[in-house]
């Protein structure tokens, strides 16, 4: 594979798409974009800014300051700092996964974020996941992945992750959270989670990472 190559993998949240996203970072030792994790950090600007109010989203107050927002990953490690601020472990809390979607519906969010995940690839190969990447982001990706996964299965990976994180949850909030995000996602106006035409769609309900890992080679590398 071509080192300045796109992969693109989308689809539904914790299908695994980071995990396996990092696995091919390695192996074709390009570097690895979470997209979400954006959403999620200017999400956690507005909490600690108290931009919500009965969880709506003043959205005035966040446009003034928008591009004032410094978001950054960390060369190697992959960790995120807001402004210069370590927050990957902040971005993770149930909190932030709960407002996430109010601010990925706003225009002006994915407008600012759409400019900066298209000039990490302005040079370089990269591969990115998220919702809108082979759609929007990078229509013309070399490669498009879209992951699907039955909602029970996800809830229950997302659950164990959590708790290995440390983090006190029980599984239904879990999983409305999920399926509280799926919908939002699928009818979102602006840039919707749905498959690119030429998107490879894989269920990994029932398989392992290994077996995904090893199918997306074969998809990568028969091209
Ligand atoms: O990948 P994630 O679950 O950490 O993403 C958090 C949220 O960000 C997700 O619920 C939807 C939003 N998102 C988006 O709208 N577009 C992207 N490209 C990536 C994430």
Sequence with gaps: MDPRSVIAIDGYASTGKS????MLSKHYQIPFVD?????RGITLFA???SFFKNDEIDEYALSKVL???SLKFGFETGELYLNGENISKKIRLPN???HVSTIADLTIVR???LNQLRHMASENGLVMDGRDIGTVVFPNADYKFFFIARPEIRALRRHEELKAEGQKINFDKVLNNLIHRDQSDVNRKIAPLRKAEDA???DTSDVSKDQVFAL???KIDSK
């Design 200 to 202: 490879f769609e894989i």
């Design 35 to 39: 997209s979400g994790a954006l959403y």
């Design 96 to 98: 932030v996964s709960d």
């Design 216 to 218: 997306l080679l074969e």
């Design 111 to 113: 407008a600012f974020l």
């Design 47 to 49: 909490l600690e800014r």
């Design 19 to 22: 995990t396996l996203a990092k």
């Design 67 to 69: 591009e004032s927002i």
